[in-house]
């Protein structure tokens, strides 16, 4: 591998799919169980060992990666908070990831108290209509807007995550107003990826590669207004949409055409990010469902230094298709998910793009 020196992939997140439980039973969920099977779950004392993992790996780095209370529903899980305290107690930051409903006032204090960095709370919309058709319960969104204004009046630092649907893009300028006027510090958007219950409707909800290409533009406009943080997941090909936009009067020389200032690779999938699901297994990414080995036997840095999944994953050398000849395969990377989805290789091209590289004919031309 020719490298320069410091390529030792830090970890910045690690996701925990703490609990399968959930209170909802959403359509575009990437959970492939389901409640039964929660006596899968790690129990409280395996939970310390990934933080005690998770820690080890992090004093090899310059920095503790943070840990992402996922699920299911986190808040389902009754030692949620012991482990909170757990981690924080070793220094390492945590946030939750949540639809929301389950916060009342006392939980949000609990989450204040509990030391939490930030809550993400999933709407799927911006008004209830919306919302809840997605969510699949009447009550969803105004549980949700009550959680939200409860962690806001504990002051507690939330972002709004949204997976962007056919149902649900033309609100996107009013999920913006929304989240602006609830006092969210961040809008995430996700591009769908067809996985778990998300499979089964995702052909009439997805929107096309032209569909996305349009939606990135528009968000990167987006990007330059109001104080929100615009983060794009799950859609790596944001990264070079930003490049070709440049805004006149930005900083030309900057690689990441102002963004500030960070410059990573658009699919962090294996580089940036881990997924623990439930039971201790290592995924690259919540939606790429590609064993990278259990924490239960292996350890953590043991996997993340020496799984032959993720050494390939990172190397974007190995991407094959028009991700493989393309000039901005080292910021997009495409996402290795929906590869895998579309392909069964999660090294192929992204499915969702309409670029065509000018490096000769590689892959197939947009439609």
């Known amino acids: 591998m020719h490298h320069s020196p410091d390529t030792k992939q830090k970890l910045r997140l690690l996701f925990w799919e703490s609990t399968i439980k959930c209170n909802l039973r959403c359509a575009h969920c990437r959970r492939v169980e389901d409640d039964e099977t929660v ?51 070793k220094e390492v930051k945590c946030a939750l990831a949540t639809n929301g409903t389950l916060i009342d006032a006392p939980l949000a204090e609990q989450i204040k108290m509990a030391g939490v960095e930030r809550v993400s709370v999933s709407l799927d919309g911006a008004t209830g209509e ?59 958007l996700f591009m769908l990826v067809p996985v778990g219950c998300g499979e089964e409707f995702a052909e009439e909800d997805m929107l096309s590669p032209d569909e996305y290409e349009h939606l990135l533009e528009r968000i990167a406009k987006k990007e330059h207004t109001g ?106 990377g495409g996402c290795r998910a929906r590869a895998f989805a579309a392909t069964g290789d999660y090294m192929q091209a992204e499915p969702m793009c309409v670029y065509t590289p000018p490096n000769g004919n590689a892959g197939v031309s947009p439609a």
């Open 130 to 188: 919306i919302h809840n058709k997605l969510r699949k319960m009447e009550g969803s969104f105004d549980a949700a807007i009550n959680g939200i204004q409860c962690l806001n009046d504990c002051g507690v630092p939330f972002q709004i995550n949204i997976t962007i649907t056919r149902h649900n893009t033309h609100q996107l300028d009013d999920i913006f107003v929304l989240a602006e006027k609830l006092g969210a510090v961040a809008v995430h």
């Open 227 to 332: 104080h929100l943080e615009v983060k794009v997941t799950c859609g790596p090909h944001y990264e070079r949409v930003i490049r070709e936009q440049k805004p006149a009067g930005q900083d030309q020389s900057h690689p990441a055409g102002g963004h500030h200032g960070h410059v990573s690779k658009g699919c962090l999938a294996g580089s940036g990010v881990l997924f623990v699901g439930h039971s201790g297994i290592i995924f690259p990414c919540g939606y790429l469902p590609v064993d990278c080995g259990n924490i239960l036997q292996t350890p953590l840095e043991q996997i993340w230094t020496s799984s032959a999944e993720l050494a390939q994953m990172r190397d974007t050398q190995q991407l094959k298709g028009k991700c493989g000849v393309c000039g901005y395969r080292t910021v997009c």
């Open 39 to 89: 006596d899968a779950d790690m129990s409280t004392a395996q939970a310390r060992e990934l933080i005690d993992q998770l820690v080890e790996l992090g004093c090899h780095q310059d920095f503790m990666p943070i840990l992402v209370f996922s699920g299911g529903e986190p808040l389902c899980r009754t030692d949620i908070f012991e482990l909170i305290d757990y981690a924080v107690a």
